[in-house]
């Protein structure tokens, strides 16, 4: 089924945020700390959506552009929802952490729509900087990939 992906290949990482500081400011995992969490799967950068108050618990992992890079990151979608822990988890849950206060994390492929929301305090603000992308068919992906290719 044809469908539309963003380019790179990411996957939105939710409930990264830790605590409020004494500024009263949000805090969170840093990016190394985030790609340690999933060292298993070739994510090549991790970034994190701030606002004005701080870090905002959304986080995107960055894989390869290229085709190795897109299976790399459905492999961790696929991981997130068979544990129970893809998107519609994460609209639907109520507490962030697990029995024992260890914090759960979600995930999934990015949509355009995820990524307008990541960027929603970007662009010119200080708080982030923009996570740039643009959109391709499924179709259209091994096609693509054969170019930068050559």
């Keep these: 089924k ?5 380019w790179p290949p990411m996957v939105v990482i939710m409930n990264t945020k830790y605590e409020q500081d004494e ?9 190394q ?14 970034r994190h959506s701030y606002g004005p108050r ?5 986080s995107v992992l960055i894989f390869e552009v290229s085709t190795a890079g897109y299976l790399e990151a459905v492999r961790l979608h696929k991981h997130f929802k068979e544990q129970g822990r893809d998107r519609q988890a994460w609209d639907r849950c109520k507490n962030p952490f697990v029995p024992g206060g260890k914090r759960q994390l979600y995930g ?12 929603k305090h970007s662009g010119g603000h ?15 992906l091994f096609i693509f990939c054969g170019k930068i290719g050559d």
């Design 2 to 6: 044809d469908h539309e992906i963003v």
């Design 23 to 31: 500024n009263e400011k949000w805090t969170g995992m840093g990016n």
């Design 33 to 46: 700390e985030l790609l340690d969490c999933f060292s298993d799967y070739a994510a090549l950068k991790a």
């Design 54 to 58: 701080g870090h905002r618990g959304m």
């Design 108 to 119: 999934y492929l990015a949509t355009r729509e995820d990524l307008d929301v990541f960027n």
């Design 126 to 140: 200080c708080y982030s900087p923009l996570i740039g992308f643009f959109s391709i068919f499924y179709v259209d």
